[in-house]
């Protein structure tokens, strides 16, 4: 993906939440004006138009951008950089382990939980080495335990 | 007024605060030191410690941790060329090439000697400026305070990022962000989507743990995974012209040690720029006096003295316009007022009425913290350099299990931490994009006084907001912001036709 097809994917992802916004989301979960200052989707209408009018803005001027470039023969000008992608697979291996973690405290035990979360994150970063391995599960998980338990009271997840 | 002042500067110098303020500085050395982990991030984990703080001992445990980082953002700069921090890579250019020469000490010596001068000045000009100030900002009404919003958000998304339509936009979000909770007129939910925890409104902590932290952790991860560094403990020489900074090097570099202090201060106050702009404008200006240009970017002292001294007089000046305006000058400045809000004190001009104690106590903190800074890092300098060597396969998921606790403790609750994971993946996906989260974290927290600004301009006005073009403060306020669009969107389009 070159950066300007980077930016337009942008911009349409923008567009299509702001539309979403206006159309149902600030009018199905705002309440109604109730007479006197101003209405309570005042703010929130004013921010998703400006994003949709900035949206719409950023890829008129991209693709007039391209119309130019197409005609003036210069295809690979500007913006013909590949930006970086969306590592799906490496987004997806950090944040399901990180979802699941307070569900799993809560059933199967703080350090249980936290200790099988914590060798498999370091899995995932590249560590192999054994030792090393139980000691990072181990230490910050016990200390954040007794932190929790005996110094600051908090209850558990 | 005296009796005020004595009773701050006794809150700081209090044993727990010191001890609050060491811990502080102490954590803030390493989290600076290790690549990647920089004192916004280590703010955010901190913040949640706080709440079982005294207000005088968080602030001030959290201002020792900024200034901590910001130099700590050094040690990893010199000794590994991998700034820490952004703002240390001007340091790089000749700490690297000295630390080549085993001359790493000395480097980070000057380094270290450089970051306490630069704090040093802008705490006394904090101090000394930001009391009339506020005095003079008591007199605005909420049309300039409406204005002078407009145009913070506006400086900071057209000068603080690449883009100025997507640091609008990110600005936009933010702002609808903030939007989310009980409306403050009707006392009913807005923009809840039904989910009942949503109506006490979204808290810094997550968002500021999601976004700094958690998604910076998993965007370097990404990037080591890809490409395995490897890199050897540094050498350092042990003869004692390579360790140590004479007083006579010092003074050689005191005229760029001021320049560079004057530099970060006026950046730090600006909200926006931050310490990165600072220090490579300082450096910049530097080079451009010195008489010796060729020598910089080969370990030239200067060099170090000037990156640093900016970069470091960011961390006070960056609370000038919190305290006089209640506008975050940088993204840990907008960190701080969620630790303010946690302890019942909102930043503002009205401070200095309300809580004048406390912000003396603040002050003293700020000298006490820049003290500690010159006391551990000549004391501990070494010990400091063996974190940089700390391997990312021990680091990084023990942040990670940290910014899930920390997004927990906040409230005790578990949604915290899923609103985390949430906002994570939104920075994820607007740093991939080039969109600012920066500028989303501060609409966040300027949307409450925006609206309520608007809001009152609405009721005072009888429906007519244009009334707000009628005071000339705010309207100068909002041609100020029409000019930098403008501006911003010129120097976009050159930039672009260059390209």
Redesign the interface.
């Known amino acids: 993906m070159t950066n300007v097809q ?2 337009n ?2 911009y349409g ?2 567009i299509a939440a702001s539309l979403l ?1 206006l159309l149902w ?2 009018p199905s ?4 004006y ?1 007479g ?3 209405s ?1 989707t ?3 209408n004013l ?2 138009g ?2 949709l009018l ?2 719409l ?2 890829l008129t001027r991209n693709m007039l ?1 391209a119309r130019r470039l197409s005609r003036s023969g210069e295809a690979a000008g ?2 013909a950089a590949s ?5 799906w697979g ?2 997806l291996r ?2 399901l382990p ?2 699941l ?3 799993a405290m ?1 059933r199967l035990g703080f350090i249980p939980s ?1 200790v099988v ?2 060798l498999l ?2 899995w ?4 192999r080495k054994p030792v ?1 391995m139980v000691l ?1 599960a181990l230490v ?2 016990l200390t ?1 335990w007794a932190l ?1 338990r005996f110094a ?1 009271g ?2 558990m ?1 | 007024m005296f009796d005020m002042i004595f009773a701050g500067l006794a809150d700081a110098l209090s044993l727990a605060n010191l001890l609050f303020v060491l811990l502080g500085v102490v954590t803030g050395m390493i989290a600076g030191a290790v690549p990647g982990v920089n004192g916004p991030m280590a703010i955010a984990l901190c913040i949640p410690l706080s709440y079982y703080m005294s207000p005088v001992a968080a602030i001030g445990f959290l201002v020792g941790l900024n200034k901590g980082a910001f130099f700590g953002g050094a040690i990893s700069g010199v000794l590994l060329n991998t700034p820490g921090t952004p703002e240390s890579a001007a340091t790089t250019w000749d700490g690297y090439p000295l630390a080549v020469e085993g001359k790493g000490e000395k480097a980070l010596r000057m380094a270290l000697y450089a970051s306490v001068t630069g704090d040093a000045f802008s705490t006394v000009v904090l101090i000394l400026v930001a009391a009339p100030l506020a005095t003079v900002a008591l007199y605005m009404g909420p049309p300039e305070i409406f204005a002078l919003i407009c145009m913070a958000m506006t400086i900071i998304a057209g000068l603080g990022t690449k883009s100025l339509l997507r640091g609008l936009m990110a600005a936009a979000l933010g702002v609808l962000t903030g939007c989310i909770g009980i409306e403050p007129v009707s006392a009913l939910p807005r923009l809840t989507l039904g989910i009942t925890q949503l109506e006490r409104g979204i808290s810094l902590i997550p968002i500021g743990i999601g976004m700094l932290a958690f998604s910076e952790i998993i965007i370097q991860l990404e990037q080591k995974l890809r490409s395995s560094q490897g890199q050897g403990p540094m050498n350092f020489s042990s003869r004692p012209e390579d360790r140590f900074v004479s007083l006579k090097e010092y003074w050689a570099c005191a005229r760029t040690l001021l320049r560079s202090s004057v530099a970060g201060t006026v950046v730090g106050a600006l909200p926006g720029l931050g310490a990165p702009v600072a220090s490579f404008f300082a450096y910049d200006q530097a080079v451009k006096h010195s008489h010796r240009p060729e020598s910089f970017g080969k370990g030239n002292l200067e060099g170090i003295a000037a990156s640093e001294s900016a970069n470091s007089a960011v961390v006070a000046a960056s609370l000038i316009p919190l305290f006089t305006l209640g506008i975050p000058g940088n993204v840990a400045a907008a960190l701080l007022i969620g630790a303010f809000v946690i302890h019942g004190m909102i930043p503002g001009p009205l401070m200095f009425e309300q809580n004048a104690q406390f912000i003396y106590s603040i002050y003293g903190s700020l000298i006490v913290a820049n003290l500690f800074l010159l006391a551990v890092g000549r004391m501990g300098l070494r010990a400091f350099c063996k974190v940089v060597q700390v391997p990312a396969a021990v680091l990084y998921p023990i942040i990670i299990f940290t910014c899930i606790m920390g997004a927990y403790l906040a409230q005790y609750a578990t949604f915290d931490v899923t609103l985390m994971l949430v906002f994570a993946v939104l920075a994820y996906f607007m740093r991939k994009f080039d969109y600012s989260f920066i500028c989303l974290i501060i609409g966040f927290i300027l949307a409450p006084i925006w609206e309520t600004s608007l809001q009152q301009v609405i009721i005072a006005s009888e429906q007519d907001p244009y009334m707000i073009l009628g005071r000339p403060v705010a309207l100068a306020l909002l041609a100020l912001s029409a000019w930098i669009v403008a501006r911003s969107a010129r120097q976009g389009r050159v930039s672009r036709n260059e390209a």
């Open positions: 980077s930016e994917c942008g992802g923008m916004l989301l600030i979960y705002s309440p109604e109730p006197y200052g101003m309570a005042l703010v929130p921010a998703a400006f994003i900035l949206a803005l950023g951008k500007a913006g930006a970086a992608g969306v590592a490496h987004l950090f944040m990180c979802a973690l307070m569900p809560s936290g979360f914590m994150v370091q995932f970063c590249g560590q090393a990072v910050p998980v954040v929790m600051l908090v209850p997840p």
